[in-house]
């Protein structure tokens, strides 16, 4: 069964500390991953998205990392703000038909406290 | 910036209610999406479609409907509305199916 598990469910962190969010998944055959952003009462935003031949991509202070042999991801925050609280999804995209389906996770509820 | 706009953003109605939520794009995208999410689970895919005409069902067994009349519209509609129906509902737009998808800011609709 695809699926995407997301750890951890929630995190505290105070500002200026660095944080890392993990992302595992079952799906295949697989196409890409993505990382997207949730303020709260907000649609989500994309952070980035990496094929099975990337293994780093950086948007700012966000660095995802992908080992498409493990099937894991990570989101690493620097120097973490205030406005960098927010859900943090990890969505995977299969290629196993012209839709394109995609896998959402739960998401990593992030709340960065001054 | 995303350039695509839900209305209304929040939706209080009693049962029995028609509703019609409102999803405009100006991107010129083709594909459309509309997913709900509940507090702290995934989003649901529950109708898509591929351009004009064109509208499928999700993953999710959903008693709403959609239309695609023109390239930037893609209303949803709920013919009687239920408690069961409360939950964020978000539109979304790509350049394909597997391009970045840039969702609107959600409606909040709660069914009493």
């Known amino acids: 069964k695809n699926q995407v598990e997301q750890s951890p469910q929630s995190l505290i962190i105070l500002e200026g500390k660095n944080c890392t969010l993990q992302c595992n998944y079952t799906v295949s055959p697989f196409s890409n991953l993505r990382w997207y952003k949730q303020d709260t009462g907000r649609g989500p935003v994309s952070l980035t998205i990496m094929t099975f031949s990337e293994n780093t991509k950086s948007n700012g202070r966000y660095t995802a990392t992908l080992d498409a042999d493990t099937k894991q991801s990570s989101l690493h925050i620097t120097a973490s703000q205030l406005s960098d609280s927010a859900s943090y999804i990890c969505?995977?995209?299969?290629?196993?038909?012209?839709?394109?389906?995609?896998?959402f996770g739960r998401g990593t509820q992030l709340t960065v406290w001054p | 910036e995303a350039d695509i706009y839900q209305t209304p953003r929040y939706l209080v109605i009693g049962t029995g209610k028609k509703i019609t939520l409102e999803c405009s794009q100006t991107?010129?995208?083709?594909?459309m999406y509309w997913y709900q999410q509940d507090p702290g689970m995934e989003l649901h895919l529950i109708h898509y479609s591929y351009g004009v005409n064109s509208t499928e069902k999700g993953d999710l067994s959903s008693e709403s409907t959609v239309s695609r009349i023109r390239t930037e519209h893609f209303p949803l509609t709920l013919e009687s509305a239920r408690p069961s129906h409360t939950s964020q509902y978000l539109c979304a737009s790509s350049d394909g199916p597997r391009e970045k998808l840039f969702f609107g800011s959600g409606t909040q609709l709660s069914v009493l």
């Open positions: 969505v995977v995209s299969d290629r196993g038909s012209t839709l394109g389906r995609l896998y």
């Open positions: 991107m010129g995208h083709d594909k």
